[in-house]
């Protein structure tokens, strides 16, 4: 009688060993992988995002659609400026592989960067020029766009973010 008892404690712990690996295994098939993190700091302020919902390619260029659904998204975290301040823009070590750009009101930057971050003048990120009369004027808010690139130079993650001038 003892032993059958033994080899049936066994058996349940056997059991129980096989239900929570299978149930491990069904947890971890579920997640997904996530997305790289972009981040802007201002002064002692920083915010982090995954990419802006719909804007994540998966290591895929995003599509023509997306890129121009992306581009025209606002919202995404705000970050407060003023005048004279260093906007720095940061991104992942795999992002920066790839290469990645900042675009503001306009092309904030010219060319791919290869580094984690840059720092941008505030003043800068908020001129908008009319591309009709050439004119400069300054908005008090604006979205900054930060956008990995992929083969051939187009986006294939996007992140958001919100930055007001300080009244």
Not at 26 to 30: C, G, Y
Not at 57 to 65: I, R
Not at 95 to 116: F, L, N, Y
């Given at each position: 009688?003892?032993?059958?008892?033994?080899?049936?404690?066994?058996?349940?712990?056997?059991?129980?060993a096989i239900g929570a690996v299978s149930l491990g295994l069904?947890?971890?098939?579920?997640c997904e992988k996530p997305t790289d993190l972009a981040t802007?700091?201002?002064?002692?302020?920083?915010?982090?995002?995954e990419a802006t919902p719909g804007c994540n390619?998966?290591?895929?260029?995003?599509?023509?659609?997306q890129v121009e659904t992306c581009i025209t998204k606002n919202g995404g975290k705000t970050v407060t400026v003023q005048s004279g301040d260093k906007v720095r823009v940061g991104v992942a070590p795999e992002?920066?592989?790839?290469?990645?750009?900042?675009?503001?009101?306009?092309?904030?930057?010219?060319?791919?960067?290869?580094?984690?971050y840059r720092s941008f003048d505030a003043d800068t990120l908020f001129m908008q020029q009319n591309p009709q009369t050439g004119q400069t004027t300054y908005t008090r808010s604006v979205t900054l766009q930060v956008a990995e690139l992929g083969k051939g130079q187009g986006p294939k993650t996007m992140w958001h973010f919100n930055l007001k001038q300080k009244d």
């Open positions: 009688m003892t032993a059958a008892m033994i080899s049936w404690g066994k058996g349940r712990r056997a059991a129980a069904v947890t971890l098939s579920a802007v700091t201002v002064g002692s302020t920083t915010v982090t995002a390619g998966d290591g895929k260029l995003l599509s023509k659609k992002v920066a592989k790839s290469g990645w750009i900042v675009i503001g009101g306009g092309p904030v930057m010219r060319e791919a960067s290869h580094e984690t």
